[in-house]
C-alpha cells in the first residue's frame, strides 16, 4: 500500500504522524511538501529539519515526479497545499482520496452564502461528494463547516494534529512538576489577538494576594510590549515571566513543570497543537470552547475544564476552581496524560488512518468510537459547548 501525504510544509506538528506512518509502510509512504517554510515560522523556533527526512519529496523542485506519485499512489492525503490543481487531477479520475481541512469559515458561517464562494467549495468539494473521497476533520467545528455546503455526507471523521508524545514511568511526570508551594501556570503561543495572551495578565492581577501562584508566558508576538506595559500598570511583574519565542522541545520543559495549562484561543484557532502538548505534560487544562482542538481533546471536569464563549469570567472561575481543589487539579493531569497516550497520538493515528484505507478498499470501514478516525458530528458553532460543555 502506497500513501502520499500532500501539504505546504512538514513541521513538527505534522513530522510524528509521518514518521509513524513511514515506520509502518517504509519507503511506501511519502510526503509531498509544495513550498518552503516561511521566515515568520523559522523566527518562532520552528525547525525546517524534516525537509532531510528521507518521505520527504519537493513539488517546487521535482514536479514531474510528485505528480506522478500522486496519481499512482493507492491513496492520497491532501492537507492545504496551495496546489489545489494536483489533488483534483486525481480526484477527476475517481481515485481514493482523503482530505484533512481545518474550518471553512472560521469568521462565520454566514459566509457560506457568498456565491463566489460557494463556486469554489462546489469546485473544491461538493461535487466530489459521490466520489471516493472522504474528510478528516481538524477540529470540532469542521464537519458543520462542510456540512453546510453539502460535501462528504457520511464521509466526515475526527482527526487533529499530532505533536511528539512523550512517555513517563508512573509518578514521574508528577515529581518534575515545581512543589515550591506555589502553583505555576503555563500560557503559549503567539503574543496575537486572537489568542488573547492579555487575558493572563488580567489573571495575575486578580489572583495576587490571594492565590500563590506564577505564570510563565512561553512565546512572543506584536503584543507583547502592550502586556508588559499591562503587567508594571497592574503591579504584577513579579508573578509572570516571558521567555520569548522558545523552540518547541523548550515549551515541553517549561509545560512538565507546571501544574495548569490555560488556552485562551478564540474562534480563529482552527486547532491549537499546545493542548495536545500540555495534556501529555500532565497539566490540567482550561481551555476555550472556540478553539478548534478543545471539544475533541477535553471532557469537561474529567481530564480538563472548558469555558464557554471566550469569557474571561468563566476562565478565572475555572482556574480558581483548580487552585482550590488541587487533588482535582491533579487528577485532570493524570488523565490527560492518559488521553494523548493512550488514544489522541500519532503511531495510534497512523493505525487507524492505515485500517481505514483497508477497509474502504474492501468495502466495509467500521470508525472507532472514540479519538481520531470515528464519525465526526455536525455540531453547529453556538451549539458546542451545551452539548459539551456540561458533560
Not at 514518521?19 to 513550498?35: M, R, S, V
Not at 516561511?38 to 525547525?47: A, D, K, T, Y
Not at 482520496?97 to 452564502?113: D, H, N, V
Request: overall charge neutral; hydrophobic content about 35%; glycine content about 8%.
Amino acid at each position: 500500500m502506497t500513501v502520499t501525504f500532500i501539504s505546504n510544509y512538514i513541521n513538527h506538528h505534522q513530522i510524528p504522524f509521518s514518521n509513524a506512518c513511514y515506520e509502518l509502510l517504509g519507503e511506501k509512504y511519502h510526503f509531498i511538501q509544495t513550498q518552503p517554510m516561511e521566515q515568520e515560522r523559522l523566527s518562532m523556533g520552528w525547525s525546517s529539519e524534516g525537509e532531510k527526512l528521507p518521505y520527504v519529496s519537493f513539488a517546487y523542485e521535482d514536479e514531474a515526479s510528485c505528480k506522478k506519485l500522486i496519481m499512482e499512489s493507492d491513496v492520497l492525503l491532501a492537507g492545504w497545499s496551495g496546489r489545489e490543481d494536483l489533488v483534483e487531477e486525481r480526484l477527476n479520475a475517481g481515485k481514493l482520496t482523503i482530505r484533512i481541512s481545518e474550518r471553512l469559515y472560521r469568521e462565520g458561517q454566514w459566509k457560506a452564502i457568498s456565491p463566489r464562494g460557494l463556486y469554489h467549495k462546489y469546485k473544491e468539494h461538493t461535487r466530489y461528494r459521490k466520489k471516493p473521497a472522504y474528510l478528516l476533520c481538524a477540529g470540532a467545528y469542521v464537519a458543520s463547516d462542510f456540512h453546510l455546503i453539502h460535501a462528504y455526507p457520511g464521509k466526515m471523521f475526527k482527526w487533529g494534529y499530532f505533536p511528539e508524545v512523550r512517555y513517563y514511568e508512573k509518578n514521574q511526570l508528577m515529581r518534575m512538576k515545581q512543589s515550591d508551594g506555589q502553583i505555576h501556570i503555563v500560557w503559549a503561543g503567539r503574543f496575537i489577538p486572537l489568542k488573547h495572551p492579555e487575558y493572563m495578565v488580567r489573571l495575575a492581577r486578580s489572583l495576587k494576594g490571594v492565590e500563590k501562584f506564577h505564570i510563565h508566558m512561553a512565546g512572543s508576538g506584536e503584543m507583547e510590549e502592550e502586556l508588559k506595559r499591562l503587567s508594571r500598570e497592574y503591579n504584577v511583574e513579579d508573578k509572570l515571566t516571558f521567555y520569548g519565542f522558545q523552540k518547541p522541545e523548550e515549551v515541553r520543559s517549561i509545560m512538565e513543570k507546571c501544574q495548569i495549562h490555560i488556552f485562551t484561543s478564540n474562534y480563529l484557532e482552527g486547532w491549537g497543537a499546545v493542548v495536545n502538548e500540555a495534556m501529555n505534560s500532565g497539566c490540567a487544562v482550561v481551555a476555550n470552547v472556540q478553539a478548534g482542538a478543545v471539544p475533541y481533546l477535553i471532557r469537561h471536569m474529567e481530564n480538563g475544564m472548558i469555558y464557554p464563549g471566550g469569557s474571561y469570567k468563566k476562565m478565572e472561575e475555572a482556574v480558581c476552581f483548580l487552585l482550590k481543589h488541587p487533588k482535582e487539579m491533579e487528577r485532570m493531569g493524570e488523565k490527560a496524560y492518559e488521553t494523548i497516550t493512550g488514544l489522541w497520538n500519532a503511531p495510534h493515528a497512523a493505525k487507524e488512518l492505515l485500517r481505514m484505507i483497508g477497509e474502504l478498499k474492501e468495502g466495509n470501514f467500521m470508525p472507532p468510537k472514540e479519538g481520531p478516525l470515528s464519525p465526526a458530528e455536525v455540531i453547529a458553532p453556538e451549539r458546542m459547548y451545551k452539548s459539551i460543555g456540561s458533560k
